[in-house]
């Protein structure tokens, strides 16, 4: 595929000009991305976490904390296509505990059903939506997740709203996204990590340098800790609180719909 400009547009240093990009041309692009790296979802974030996704994904039910109990509790995972989050939460989850994943791109959707179909997972649902207007319910939610999503969305607030919405009184908002580290040494390694070796590793792995150089430069452009907890406070969330994962290179906020 190499570095075609039908992954996106580019800025004159051939890098993509997120902040100036239109909220259409910005949905394209993340369209075009995700159906590119769909079946290598797992590979994509294992390369740019170095594998730890894997364990702050761990972390993030763990905070979470779903009751085991046999009271109906709904999970709505958005962002989530392949199922990483729903079925850690179903596995950790009560007997009456659901997931609805959501998702822009029917071709991360379609490998989210063939996992639950070969696992014979029945208490998934899957949605084709956008997380800026989710075709979902008013309060219908105990639950809401977005992982490793929200960056990719193209009006972040809108997103939070809904988010607000569907949530019941009293629902918990949880968001793993990659972060800012300000750890001396570990933030330059980073970013020389991401800004070389991850492109590299995409198109020796994957054929597609393109579409990871995209998701590291969305990374960067992606607000500190605690300018985006001020817009989660925004969108009328309450008790946000934020956990640094490996120095912060992730992070996981959380709130409650209250």
């Not at 490998?111 to 008013?138: H, I």
Request: charged letters at 25%.
């Amino acid at each position: 595929m190499g570095d075609s400009n039908r992954t996106g547009p580019r800025n004159g240093s051939g890098q993509f000009d997120l902040p100036n990009l239109s909220r259409e041309q910005r949905q394209g692009l993340v369209g075009q991305v995700f159906a590119r790296v769909a079946e290598r979802y797992d590979l994509m974030n294992d390369l740019m976490s170095g594998g730890l996704h894997r364990r702050w994904k761990d972390d993030l039910i763990a905070w979470m904390a779903p009751p085991k109990s046999a009271k109906p509790y709904r999970l709505v995972d958005v962002a989530g296509g392949t199922g990483d989050i729903a079925t850690r939460f179903l596995r950790a989850a009560g007997p009456a505990a659901e997931a609805v994943i959501c998702d822009l791109s029917p071709e991360m959707l379609a490998v989210g059903r063939r996992r639950a179909e070969r696992t014979g997972q029945q208490r998934l649902s899957f949605v084709e939506a956008n997380a800026e207007a989710l075709p979902l319910k008013t309060n219908c939610a105990s639950a809401y997740t977005i992982a490793f999503g929200i960056r990719n969305v193209s009006d972040r607030n809108r997103a939070l709203n809904e988010a607000h919405r569907i949530l019941k009184p009293g629902g918990r908002l949880l968001i793993l996204e990659f972060s800012h580290t300000d750890v001396p040494i570990l933030d330059t390694l980073y970013e020389q990590f991401s800004e070389t070796a991850i492109p590299a590793l995409g198109a020796a792995v994957a054929g597609d340098a393109a579409s990871y150089r995209y998701l590291v430069e969305s990374i960067r452009e992606f607000p500190d800790q605690d300018t985006f907890a001020g817009m989660i406070g925004h969108a009328g969330f309450e008790q946000v609180k934020y956990r640094n994962l490996s120095g912060g290179i992730a992070a996981i906020h959380s709130a409650w719909r209250l």
